[in-house]
């Protein structure tokens, strides 16, 4: 059974780092894109960034181009997500899915069949 677990939230103040990390099992990896979204309180959930099952390919919101950089290590199972110069509007609860079908790539929210659990970040002003 497909399971994503993702790690690494907290607090942080505004300027500072975090790296998430999400641990896959259950489907070949390297053949499925990945992506984290993330969900703040009263917010719909949105995208963040996404890494393809083409090596190198990723794609990023406006929102945290620049600051964000999304990677995988497929011999690992696990995605990362790198994320610097924080601000408090990247407080969200963030979520690591797998696209739905292999060698597929898409950004929309309903084309990702397995999620994780979640996991919380914080930045304080």
């Known amino acids: 059974q497909a399971q994503l677990v993702e790690s690494g939230g907290g607090l942080v103040q505004a300027g500072g780092s975090l790296r998430l990390t999400c641990a896959a099992s259950g489907r070949t990896f390297k053949d499925y894109s990945m992506a984290w979204f993330r969900q703040a309180p009263g917010k719909e959930r949105e995208f963040v960034a996404h890494?393809?099952?083409?090596?190198?390919?990723?794609y990023y919101a406006d929102s945290v181009k620049g600051r964000f950089t999304i990677s995988r290590d497929n011999s690992k199972y696990t995605v990362y997500l790198q994320m610097n110069s924080l601000k408090p509007e990247d407080t969200a609860v963030y979520y690591c899915?797998?696209?739905?079908?292999?060698?597929?790539?898409?950004?929309?929210?309903?084309?990702?069949?397995?999620w994780g659990q979640g996991t919380q970040v914080t930045v304080s002003s």
């Open positions: 899915a797998q696209q739905w079908k292999p060698f597929y790539v898409s950004y929309a929210r309903p084309d990702f069949y397995i």
């Open positions: 890494t393809s099952w083409i090596p190198g390919s990723t």
